[in-house]
């Protein structure tokens, strides 16, 4: 029975030595591959071929999946959004090389207008397959980036620091110069003050002055000059303690606004590290290190590869059964449509034709019957002006206006009358 069932007409075929598959196991990569599957069952020996095809264009709708599930991951941080961007994105970049690949035909084409109908294809299948590549790259350099980020943070935060410095630089020297020279003031009014005390005391004890012991009318004198400048700064130096505490404050309060505007940039700046800056990483590193960079260089041009492969496959794949068959289907179909439209038109054609012939007959069967009408009118008229029995009275409508009866009678037209 197995032999039975491997044998046509005596003849071993190549399901005699395996495992038979019905077609029906492939339908969905020829789907995938977007071929005419009735007529593909008609052709086994083009069955791997397609479905190789279209396992190429499952691989990209997958690679496409990926690619766009984390650079929505990276943005959003969200799996529901994640899931529902990732699979949208696939199905669109998956229907898209479908129609690439479906579209384009092997037979009655030369290999040149081939590759001149391609390069179109490849153009778009090319700024696809960039646009994959990169958050695959991302990702497979994670770690790296990560590393490379935090070091961008760092140059970041030093940079706006130094740009808060910058703007709050006025303030702070004016604060600070008029701090310095409320405080020379107040040093100068104290050393005034210590040294007109130490002076009197000096002289009521004999180590200074007139250098004789004892309170004496210098000594008097020197207390009061002490008493007079202590009088006279009294109201000064709380003044000049109350302008020194408020440039304290000013400058305190410029430093704390400065700290939590640092605080406050490094904590966004933290919290909305995203897709630009893993990226912005990505070519700082390729930029830096060679090694990197011909990494990156090699696994775009592996994506790329694989998102031209469905155009490239189809371009490469030699001239079958199946394409035969279609273009004879197709050719053979559109050769219908365009006879059956070709017949439609020379009817049409015959009857505006056969309509016109029939209005020129009837237009010169009613110009010679007018004219013989005529005519013999005109005939009568001048035989009765002739015998002298015409008169004005008797005059009958003229011929134009006979005719317009006639037109609007019979529905006749000036542009009719041929």
């Not at 941080?77 to 899931?83: E, I, S």
């Not at 007018?370 to 035989?383: A, F, P, S, V, Y």
């Amino acid at each position: 029975m197995a032999v039975n069932n491997g044998q046509e007409n005596g003849l071993y075929t190549y399901d005699s030595f395996g495992e038979s598959r019905k077609p029906s196991d492939k339908k969905f990569l020829w789907w995938c591959a977007g071929v005419h599957q009735e007529l593909l069952k008609q052709f086994p020996s083009e069955h791997a071929k397609y479905s190789g095809l279209g396992g190429v264009l499952l691989a990209t709708f997958v690679l496409a999946s990926i690619s766009a599930g984390y650079a929505v991951y990276t943005v959003f941080g969200n799996w529901l959004w994640t899931l529902a961007f990732a699979v949208i994105w696939g199905l669109i970049i998956f229907n898209f090389d479908r129609f690439l690949v479906s579209t384009m035909r092997k037979y009655g084409i030369s290999k040149r207008k081939q590759l001149w109908m391609a390069m179109p294809r490849l153009a778009l299948a090319l700024l696809i397959g960039f646009t994959i590549a990169r958050p695959l790259e991302l990702k497979i350099f994670e770690k790296e980036i990560n590393v490379k980020m935090t070091e961008n943070l760092h140059k970041k935060i030093q940079r706006n620091d130094s740009m808060l410095a910058l703007e709050n630089n006025s303030l702070m020297n004016t604060a600070t110069a008029e701090r310095q020279r409320l405080t020379d003031r107040k040093l100068a009014i104290e050393n005034e003050l210590q040294n007109l005390q130490s002076s009197y005391v000096q002289e009521a004890d004999g180590t200074g002055g007139s250098k004789q012991r004892g309170i004496e009318k210098l000594t008097h004198l020197k207390i009061d000059a002490y008493n007079k400048a202590k009088d006279q700064y009294a109201t000064e130096q709380p003044e000049l303690e109350k302008n020194i505490a408020t440039q304290d404050s000013i400058l305190a309060n410029a430093k704390a606004g400065m700290e939590q505007k640092r605080k406050e940039y490094e904590v966004s700046a933290m919290a909305n590290m995203g897709f630009l800056e893993r990226n912005k990483a990505l070519s700082d590193l390729s930029r830096e290190e060679t090694s990197v960079f011909w990494s990156c260089l090699l696994v775009s041009l592996l994506i790329i590869l694989i998102e031209i492969g469905p155009v490239l496959s189809k371009l490469i794949m030699p001239i079958g059964p199946y394409d035969i068959a279609l273009a004879k289907e197709e050719l053979l179909q559109m050769a219908a449509d365009e006879n059956h439209i070709r017949a439609d038109k020379e009817v049409q054609h015959e009857k505006k034709r056969a309509f016109y012939q029939k209005q020129k007959e009837m237009s010169e069967q009613l110009i010679a019957k007018l004219t013989e009408i005529q005519k013999k009118n005109i005939d009568k008229e001048l035989d009765q002006w002739e015998r002298g029995e015409w008169k004005a009275e008797d005059h009958r409508a003229s011929m134009d206006e006979v005719m317009r009866k006639i037109k609007e009678q019979y529905q006749v037209k000036d542009d009719g009358i041929l």
